[in-house]
């Protein structure tokens, strides 16, 4: 829930766009505030 409110503000993005978003736990995202983008980064298992 936490993520989603991340990046719903980082993104400027509405509340059911952000809903709408499949936040796994194993992934990290790069988020580009400027161009409202962002980019799921998988890690490596360790």
Known sequence: ???RMLLRRLL???P???FAWDQPHDV???VDPVRATF???KL???
């Open 28 to 30: 990290v995202y790069r």
């Open 44 to 46: 490596a298992a360790s």
């Open 12 to 14: 400027g993005a509405d």
């Open 1 to 3: 829930m936490i993520g």
């Open 16 to 18: 059911a766009t952000a």
């Open 39 to 41: 980019t799921r980064l």
